[in-house]
């Protein structure tokens, strides 16, 4: 169960929230804790950008770019309730009108065919649109404005408008040629684009136009308006990020670079719930430790500490210096990851290592050494403005130990509660690098996933003694070992042994076995067998059976490494049958991809196109690849049957329209058999073959289109097997959360499509019965599996049997369940192989139905929206709820078309409305629990609604006091204490979380009054019911009402030492003169200082003051 997460819902925002040991965190990813914005530097070098590795003419082009249409544009309708756009004493940008054929010779900078600039006023107001060009081709009226500075000048540039805007500041010392992008920004209509950064003396640009979009005949020239505001004041520009002296050269990842987007990355290990068994811990690769090195002795790396604000934000916090532990792994040359643990892996452990753990050590205190860079990061919102600039730190450490490691991943992670956010590198600036690794240690087991972003950190050393070694080569037989340095031993198959020499260590041959495919004769191994000399399957790093012709038992691997070959005609084949066949693509070489759909956010898949000769249906799919842990090792295997998506495109400018797919199945249960193949390298597994019989046949059309093949399981990654490469026509395309690219060249995947219908046996696992001679499209529905070619006594062990799955008896509340066959379930029996944790729901006797009718695709909730009701604004739409009541609701989702013909999924959102008393007793809690089939949500608010209207986007706000999450069948429970003051109302939210939750599904809402108490977290406490604090992990103290409570202040005690008298007289004359210097001089709270209690510190506070040193002190 999580806890603490916010997930924003439509336009609901969290405003506020009470306990604070749940923080709503609405910006991070929950799987790998990134922070969701793009954060980029205010003050580093000149050369840093947020947009990413894209050529500055692309950005400053006037342009319209194919396939770069970001926004489709609707004007605000005449009637909406709109803040008209104004830019009050702006001075007019005096551009004159442009229409088709427009030539900008006013201030289109290095757009125009002259350059030209204009110098921009403090203060102007100013107009853009787009326009054809007298080919036809679409532009975008760009504004270039020059600024000059004589010394380094802090530009900050404040752009508000009533369109997408893009808004870029550019160094233009060197001309249009030579001109680096310095930032950027990014804004949405009436939102402010802001430009903040301390440039050196130079000449500078500052650009302002729309953002490319899809329609932009709805936004003619001078259309759209916009605001500039500038302002420049003198600034010391920060030196750039280094290395501490005396560290190594060339090991390590700085932070920032030249036209790099960066990142935050948390490396906590009490992240989502302050609880220290949960958390995020990150891995980063590093190599080069030399010849020259006594080892590593010497650490730096960088960051910021950011926590969680009581309106669900980040914001800064202190870290001081901290608590880090820091972690060196071996490096396992075969995953390209770290050694995590050995099991599985003990065979490719480095000599005389039992753990992937090479050395840790946890750091605090005066041996940990923080310094302030003069940099900062600074936060954007989805919508491009900035909302809070954070201090780039840089912590260092001595290690006790030096580590002479050459090659190998280094973790760091902080255990305070105030999170450590590593810092993201451009990489490689020194050694390798695109990615590292997260490890998320909140779910069990373990998981862990390549994250895109380098992390910043330096190696040093105390350049002691030569780091040297014993390389043994494994590649030949016998094997020859050589003693020499790290760096000298970079082969393949060399294996490095630290510190040691040969006459030290065992340097024998590599094996691995050559199945030919010929049965228990074909099997060979040695050295000389590489992956491409094989004629058969390659096992590495295994060798044959005792029964086999190359058997030989001093190989190395031993007896725990043993393959036994596949006889004649055992093998399932990995190539297209041609029967029914209407496009077929076998196996061949080539790049392995990872191809997965776990919902939005979480979508990296590849699509590969087809030339299709016919018009016929297709109506069953093969493919081949693997089910494997790609990075974190063995190999591992998916439930069969296992979900998939599959998607058909057809073709749109030269790729496939990738945003609006042809036909759709998710989820569609493939089953597979394994081929006895491998891709020549074991540690992914056996090749598998799977097949897919497709419910509702699909249409592709002819000629060039496009499929995708993504599993949807979680736990187990999918490698599609490529197929045989193409010499003409579209190749492979790879899709990765909404955006889409060519791959190069005409790689493609294997699959094949059939357009001809089979029979064989069809096992109904839910009767235990079984027919032959059955059409698949017949046995294609939940509960049958079809066996192609076979009979039913055919069909392998256990052969076809009534399988058990969740027996529900909704007539108790909550549910019970047990496992049963359907035959001998007396409930609701919910299907084959489905789990008792599925079941859960049930409406007591007592419930009271919601009343909100059934929903549907494209469905209108006019019923209980709540704040969300449109266009009423009457804002009283809510069902009431009083105490003790029981909520039979339903939630779910449903499919909605949009303006225009795309379509989005929305969520069956459902409010009710709890009247107050104003006379419950002190010490209450108000508890809300919800409870269903699916990942509820709940929260508790205030009982009001805000709203905000600008430009035509209308925004709706709420203060949460209190909101929860939780899985399947698990008590999502939002509880906050009655205000003494109380609203006359309490809104209760209610809906679920993902987008595959069928409308309509139930759930049981319960509310009630109970005693409050005091939780206490780690270093925090709130005041909440004992259900919400147990779900937190807390400790809770029923009765206790006063913990999180701010002490009052001791009047007169202004010296903080707890006492008052003529030792505080210097403290109070210092907060009277210098408010600042007091507060760095003393640790406690000025209103020590406020002796008459006006909330302020001056003059009016001497007279009482001195009575408080003769002992009459009090607020009147």
Not at 779 to 792: E, I, K, R
Not at 974 to 999: E, H, K, M, N
Not at 1068 to 1092: E, G, K
Request: aromatic share 12%; proline share 7%; hydrophobic share 30%.
């Amino acid at each position: 169960m999580k806890r603490g997460m916010c997930c924003v819902c439509a336009v609901l925002v969290c405003t506020a929230l009470v306990f604070a040991g749940s923080p709503a965190r609405p910006d991070v990813d929950q799987k790998t804790g990134d922070v969701a914005f793009t954060a980029s530097p205010a003050q580093p070098q000149t050369m840093v950008s947020s947009l990413g590795n894209v050529s500055l003419s692309e950005l400053w082009t006037n342009r319209v770019l194919a396939g770069a249409a970001t926004h489709v544009w609707t004007p605000p309708a005449a009637d909406s309730r709109e803040v008209v756009y104004s830019c009050p004493g702006g001075t007019p940008e005096g551009e004159p009108p442009c229409g088709t054929g427009y030539e900008d010779t006013y201030n289109g900078g290095c757009n125009s065919a002259i350059p030209v600039f204009q110098v921009p006023a403090a203060l102007v107001e100013g107009l853009s649109g787009f326009y054809q060009d007298t080919e036809g081709a679409w532009m975008r009226d760009t504004d270039w404005y020059e600024v000059v500075c004589s010394e380094p000048t802090r530009i900050t540039y404040t752009v508000f408008t009533d369109f997408y805007v893009q808004v870029l500041l550019i160094d233009g010392t060197q001309g249009c040629e030579s001109s680096v992008l310095v930032t950027s920004a990014l804004a949405d209509p009436c939102k402010e684009a802001l430009i903040d950064f301390c440039v050196p003396a130079g000449r500078y640009w500052l650009w302002v136009g729309p953002q490319p979009a899809a329609n932009p005949e709805a936004m003619p020239c001078d259309s759209l308006h916009y605001c500039a505001r500038l302002e420049q004041e003198a600034c010391q520009v920060p030196a750039p990020p280094a290395c501490p002296p005396n560290y190594l050269e060339n090991v390590g990842q700085l932070p920032y670079g030249e036209n790099e987007g960066w990142r935050l990355f948390l490396s906590n290990d009490r992240f989502p719930d302050y609880d220290p068994a949960n958390g995020v811990l990150r891995y980063e690769h590093f190599t080069g430790v030399g010849a020259t090195s006594g080892g590593i002795k010497h650490i730096a790396w960088w960051g910021t500490g950011a926590t969680y604000g009581d309106r669900g934000n980040l914001v800064e916090c202190e870290l001081d210096p901290g608590t880090f532990t820091i972690s060196f792994w071996f490096h396992n040359k075969y995953t390209n990851r770290p050694f995590y643990e050995a099991d599985g892996w003990e065979w490719a452990l480095p000599p005389g290592a039992t753990e992937g753990l090479s050395y840790s050590y946890t750091v605090s205190g005066a041996a940990l050494t923080k310094e302030d860079t003069g940099h900062v990061y600074m936060a954007r919102g989805s919508d491009g403005t900035i909302s809070r600039a954070y201090t780039l730190w840089m912590w260092s450490c001595e290690l006790p130990v030096a580590q002479s490691l050459n090659e190998g991943w280094i973790s760091i992670q902080n255990s305070d509660n105030c999170p450590f956010w590593w810092a993201g590198s451009p990489g490689p600036v020194f050694g390798t690098g695109g990615v590292h690794v997260a490890e998320d240690q909140a779910v069990d087991p373990v998981t862990r996933q390549d994250v895109d972003g380098d992390l910043a950190f330096c190696l040093g050393s105390d350049e002691g003694t030569s780091f040297s070694g014993a390389c043994c080569d494994r590649s030949s037989d016998p094997a020859p070992c050589r003693n020499t340095t790290a760096d000298e031993c970079v082969n393949p198959y060399d294996e490095w042994h630290p510190m040691a020499t040969c006459a030290a260590i065992s340097c024998t041959p590599e094996y691995w076995a050559c199945c030919t495919g010929s049965g228990a004769s074909g099997c060979h191994i040695g050295y000389e067998y590489s992956a491409a000399e094989c004629t058969g399957t390659w096992h590495r790093w295994y060798v044959c059976s005792a029964g086999d012709a190359g058997y030989d038992a001093k190989a190395w691997g031993g007896a725990g490494n043993v393959i036994v070959c596949a006889g004649p005609g055992q093998d399932v084949p990995i190539t297209c049958d041609s029967a029914g066949m209407s496009f077929g693509r076998a196996i061949g070489t080539g790049y392995l991809y990872i191809s997965w759909d776990h919902g939005t956010g979480d979508q990296r898949y590849v699509i590969d196109a087809f030339n299709h000769p016919s018009s016929a249906s297709v109506r069953r799919i093969y493919w081949w690849g693997c089910s494997t842990n790609a990075w974190d090792g063995p190999d591992c295997d998916f439930e069969n049957p296992a979900p998939f998506a599959i998607r058909f495109y057809h073709t749109s400018a030269g790729g496939p329209a990738y945003a609006s797919p042809h036909k759709v199945y998710d989820p569609i249960y493939a089953t597979w058999e394994e081929t006895n193949y491998t891709f020549g390298t074991e540690e992914y597994g056996l090749i598998e073959r799977y097949n897919v019989t497709l419910p509702d046949p699909v249409v592709p059309g002819t000629s060039w289109q496009w499929i995708s093949i993504a599993s949807k399981t979680i736990d187990c990654d999918f490698i599609w097997a490529p197929g045989e490469d193409g010499t003409s026509g579209y190749g492979q395309w790879f899709y990765a959360n909404g955006q889409c690219q060519a791959e190069p060249g005409y790689r493609h995947r294997s699959f094949c499509l059939y357009t001809n219908v089979q029979t064989g046996a069809c096992c109904n696992e839910i009767m235990g019965t079984c027919q032959n001679g059955v059409q698949e499209t017949t046995c294609a529905t939940s509960g049958l599996t079809f066996y192609p070619s076979q009979t039913c006594s055919q069909i392998p062990a256990p052969g076809c049997y009534a399988h058990t799955g969740a027996c529900c008896d909704r007539s108790t509340f909550p549910a019970s369940c047990e496992m049963t066959i359907s035959s001998a379930c007396a409930g609701e029996w919910m299907g084959v192989g489905v789990g008792c944790e599925m079941c859960c729901y049930a409406c007591p006797a007592n419930g009271v139905p919601e009343g909100e009718p059934e929903c549907y695709d494209n469905y209108d909730d006019t019923y209980n929206k709540g704040c969300f009701t449109q266009p009423t604004w009457e804002f009283d739409d809510f069902v009431n709820i009083f105490d003790g009541q029981v909520i039979c609701g339903k939630t779910g989702t449903f499919m909605v078309t949009l303006e225009g013909g795309s379509t989005a999924r929305y969520r069956d959102i459902d409010f009710y409305r709890y009247e107050l008393s104003g006379t419950d007793p002190g010490c209450t809690v108000l508890q809300a629990k919800v409870k269903g089939e699916f990942l509820p949500e709940v929260w508790l608010m205030d009982g009001e609604c805000f709203t905000d209207s600008w430009c035509g986007v209308e925004t709706t706000y709420v203060s949460v006091y209190s909101q929860d999450t939780a899985g399947v069948c698990d008590y999502a429970i939002a509880a906050a204490p009655l205000p003494s003051d109380p609203p006359r109302y309490v809104y209760i939210f209610v809906s679920c979380l993902g987008s595959d939750v069928p409308c309509n599904t139930p759930y049981t809402l319960e509310i009630d009054k109970v005693a409050a108490g005091c939780c206490r977290l780690g270093d925090e406490e709130g005041i909440t019911s004992e259900a919400y604090c147990v779900a937190l992990g807390g400790e809770w103290t029923g009765g206790d009402c006063s913990c999180g409570e701010e002490p009052p202040p001791l009047l007169g005690d202004c010296n903080c030492d707890g006492f008052v008298n003529v030792f505080d007289i210097d403290a109070f004359v210092l907060a009277l003169t210098d408010a600042q210097q007091w507060a760095a001089t003393y640790s406690c709270d000025i209103r020590n200082c406020d002796c008459n209690c006006d909330g302020s510190v001056n003059v009016f506070d001497i007279d009482p003051f001195v009575q408080c040193l003769t002992g009459d002190c009090a607020c009147p």
